[in-house]
Nanobody
Framework: QVQFVESGGGLVQPGKSLRLSCVVS????????MAWYRQAPGKQRELVASITPSLRTNYADSVKGRFTISENNPKNMVYLQMNSLEPEDTAVYYC????????WGQGTQVTVSS
């Protein structure tokens, strides 16, 4: 089984930045496409960004140009740099493989509010 521990969320004002981190219990990033998802209150979980083992990235239109996904394979870490945050980015953020193969972690809450 693989476990994910997300961190780095918080309360920030619009326009500010946050960097989310995800510790993965096994080195699967070299095998699977890793991804960040988010779930806002009353909404379904949505895919935000993904990164393939060859480091090709893809982003939801709503975050393109503002968010950057990266990974550090030797340390089993996946990151999400979030810039120019907007109130619409408020959600709980999760990491997992693309398709969500493994059990979800606790996530990390991001709240963007003035």
């Amino acid at each position: 089984q693989v476990q994910f521990v997300e961190s780095g969320g918080g309360l920030v004002q619009p326009g500010k930045s946050l960097r989310l981190s995800c510790v993965v219990s096994r080195n699967i990033a070299s095998i699977y496409t890793m991804a960040w998802y988010r779930q806002a209150p009353g909404k379904q979980r949505e895919l935000v960004a993904s990164i393939t083992p060859s480091l090709r990235t893809n982003y939801a239109d709503s975050v393109k140009g503002r968010f950057t996904i990266s990974e550090n394979n030797p340390k089993n870490m996946v990151y999400l740099q979030m810039n120019s945050l907007e109130p619409e980015d408020t959600a709980v953020y999760y990491c997992n493989t693309i398709g969500g193969f493994y059990s979800w972690g606790q996530g990390t809450q991001v709240t963007v509010s003035s």
